[in-house]
């Protein structure tokens, strides 16, 4: 009877084990899934904003996903200027290219990325610097910078200036021809 009671320990004792080992392998698959995930939804939310921003000049959509410390330190009137310039700049000629990466603090946890956005404009090409992180309720935008290179000054052309001209010089003559000496004497 001994025999058959220790048996069930043994059993129940493999049982636990493959749970507990079921239950790891279910949080590691977690993580990895979530950590896809989360790259996955930062370049999208990358690529939307620099559509929103560039294309659709939402400052509403801006606004909602700032960080608030950022919103601080770049008041409505930042954001006024910023439109404007990308107004000036025109339609875009091809669409965005969205590129960049997502960096994690401790591998699975607090996804933050920074991202660049060709824009195609007829006369330039600019990049739409976006770094943003994960907060409570979904993705925030931290800092969000255009580089342009300005539009190039037509060189101007050389003005027709007077130049002074030349005082007149006179002009070398050759010396008058003398008279042949005479030879004294004989």
Do not use: C
């Amino acid at each position: 009877m001994k025999l058959s009671r220790h048996s069930n320990i043994r059993g129940e004792g493999f049982a636990i084990w493959i749970i507990v080992l079921a239950l790891l392998g279910g949080v590691v698959w977690f993580l990895y899934s979530s950590r896809t995930d989360a790259v996955r939804d930062a370049h999208t939310f990358a690529h939307q904003t620099a559509q929103k921003v560039a294309v659709e000049f939402d400052d509403r959509y801006l606004r909602t996903h700032l960080n608030p410390e950022y919103q601080i330190t770049h008041p409505p009137s930042w954001r006024v200027r910023f439109f404007d310039m990308l107004h000036d700049f025109g339609p875009l000629t091809k669409p965005i290219e969205t590129t960049g990466d997502v960096q994690f603090s401790s591998q699975f946890f607090d996804p933050h990325g920074t991202y660049s956005s060709t824009l195609y404009y007829a006369a330039s090409t600019e990049h739409l610097e976006i770094t943003i992180s994960k907060g409570m309720s979904g993705w925030r935008i931290d800092e969000i910078t255009i580089a342009w290179n300005p539009k190039p000054k037509p060189t101007p052309s050389p003005a027709a200036a007077m130049t002074p001209s030349p005082t007149p010089s006179p002009t070398p003559t050759a010396p008058p021809p003398q008279p042949p000496k005479k030879k004294k004497g004989g």
